[in-house]
Structures are given as C-alpha cells and as structure tokens.
C-alpha cells in the first residue's frame, strides 16, 4: 500500500522559513519523478518543484525560484521542501506527488503566511 504522508506546514510571518516533509511508503522515491504542488485558496492546483527519476533534475516555478529547495532523502525516503523568505501568495494546501506511470498524491498541508 503506498502512502504519502506530508507534514511540516503552519502559520508564519512574511519573510519567514519552513520546512515541509513528505514521509512515503510502498514504493521507492529514487523511482520515481516527485515533487510539490500547491493550491492557493480559490484557485487551482501548480507545480511548484521537481525532482526527475532519471538524472535527479530539479524544476521550480518561477514563483518560488530562489527561495524554495526540494531534496530527497533516499535513506529515509523522504521528499522535502524548503521554504524559505515566505510571502502572503505563497499562502495555500501543499501536495506532494510521485509518478511513475501512475499519480500518487499526498493528502495535503497547510501553509499560511501573514502580511
């Protein structure tokens, strides 16, 4: 059974970090193409940031470029997300994802950051 299990968000200030985590189970991260998404509040669901299975590329959206780092964990097969200088737009749910053929999507956490 495979299982993503993302943790880590929270409410904070303009300008400040934080850290999201994407704890996955029932299939190996290395495999697989992962990344975060994110779903503003009214709006629809983007990509933010990749990984690729194939040569470990990494991709950003251009509204986190600079600011946001995702890693990968193989020793604890976890995905990561590091958010730092947070703005109010960045405010909404945020998805981990793997695929490989198939779409596997964690259930969402929340982040919010106050003007």
């Known amino acids: 059974d495979v299982q993503l299990q993302a943790s880590g968000g929270g409410l904070v200030q303009t300008g400040e970090s934080l850290k999201l985590s994407c704890a996955v189970s029932?299939?190996?991260?290395?495999?697989?193409?992962i990344g975060w998404f994110r779903r503003p509040p009214g709006d629809e669901r983007e990509g933010i940031s990749s990984i690729m299975n194939i040569d470990s590329t990494t991709y950003y959206s251009d509204s986190v470029k600079g600011r946001f780092t995702i890693s990968r964990d193989s020793a604890k097969n976890t995905l990561n997300l590091q958010m730092n200088n947070l703005k109010p737009e960045d405010t909404a749910v945020y998805y981990c994802h793997a695929s490989l053929g198939y779409d596997y999507w964690g259930q969402g956490t929340l982040v919010t950051v106050s003007s």
């Open positions: 029932g299939i190996t991260l290395e495999d697989y193409a």
